[in-house]
């Protein structure tokens, strides 16, 4: 829906251009090239996808097109700097962050300082759009496409180039305080444009640039540093899962497959009871809620929830990346990839296999007055901010006045936290044995 909504949005300002667009729902490799002899064109222009699956997609419509007589060029667009373009001093690919960051920040630097990150106006094109053949102009309607509409609009979330700008807009009055508000999920701190950097709907050198320009300035406070780092981050997966595709399938850390998760009927059962937002652990709870009832869920719970699958359940991190893959609103397999990868201590650059969340504390420091549980699971509103970060530990009679029963209206834990954590050491200690041999 919001794909469609947002083509629309496109075309529109597109015929004002004197120009529109084609659309099909079809596959690629035989529309494009299909299309390509109905227009009578010698190229097609496209830009870089990192994925595996894209990659082998656009090699096979490159070859289609070829047998035709036609040609593909593909540039980069979706990213700052791309596939080989920062490299150690060796040579050779990152695997670890802030390394990267530093020659992703002095390339930048060097490189692009004369002219700073280009804009491309268009403007200056409004004469030269083709035609558009009447025949084949018109966007399918969302039910033509086999999809119906959501609840998007009533969850407010904005569209196309118009709802990125709003977003962006009410942000930079924010960005200089991102760094500290971030972590709260019951608090307006990140920026929200994830889904819109993911369909491109915001152009990433314009968010790069006006993070650089609030840094000169000082206008950005201590935010805009933080929150660039958030968007080179977002390069540096799309590098790593370019440069190891095998990623997507196996754990970068290969010592980190010889895990022996849980598997069985009681795998499923607990995976179940994460997925549906009942594992007795109000902010993994809610957390998964606002996933399944808003296709978002916010950065830090995203590690919550994940660490919590991994390390409390001994879940394979692959079932909660398929999962969120099929819910997130702005599902991008790299960032997605190498979060799930993060929280299992098996990706590049992963926190520590021993370092494992605790849940109560994690509610307890970042949602301290338990407004984002309250949120997502109403049942709770009635607890106080000390009772409702672990209803099972509240006395009977004040889980009485607020009309609570465990096991009836809100669960009781799958699993107590420290024995969880101790299972997960000694799960863990392959990897251990594997490194020191």
Known sequence: EFIHASLQELDAALSELGGGLIVRHAWAEQAIPQLAAALGVDAVFCNHDYEPQAIARDAAVAAALAADGRTLHSYKDHVIFEKDEVLSQSGKPFSV????????????????????????????????????????AGIPALNELGFAKTNLAELNIPTGMQGGQALFDDFIERMPNYDCTRDFPAVKGPSYLSVHLRFGTVSIRALVRRALDAMRTGAGGTGAAVWLAELVWRDFYFMILYQHPHVQ????????????????????DLFQAWCDGQT???????????????????????MVTASFLIKDLGIDWRWGERYFA?????????????????????GCDAQPYFRIFNPLTQSEKFDPEGKFIRRYLPQLGKLSARHIHAPWRV??????????????????????????????LQRYAVVKKVTVE
């Open 326 to 346: 099929e819910k997130l609103n702005d599902f991008d397999l790299s960032a997605n990839n190498g979060g799930w990868q993060w929280a299992s201590s098996s």
């Open 280 to 302: 007795g652990y109000p902010l993994v709870d809610a957390a998964m809620t606002q996933l399944n009832q808003t296709g978002y869920m916010h950065n830090r719970l995203r």
């Open 395 to 424: 006395p009977a009679m004040e889980l009485q006045m607020a009309g609570i029963t465990l096991g009836r209206d809100y669960p009781h834990p799958l699993l107590q936290h420290d024995e969880a954590r101790a299972r997960t």
């Open 97 to 136: 962050f802030t390394p990267y960051k530093n020659a992703w920040m002095k390339k930048l630097q060097t490189e692009l300082a004369p002219t700073g990150l280009p804009a491309y106006e268009v403007d200056t094109l409004r004469a030269h759009f083709a035609p558009l053949p009447a025949a084949l």
């Open 249 to 268: 399938e196996r754990a970068f850390k290969p010592d980190y497959d010889a895990i022996v998760w849980e598997n069985g009927q009681h795998a499923t």
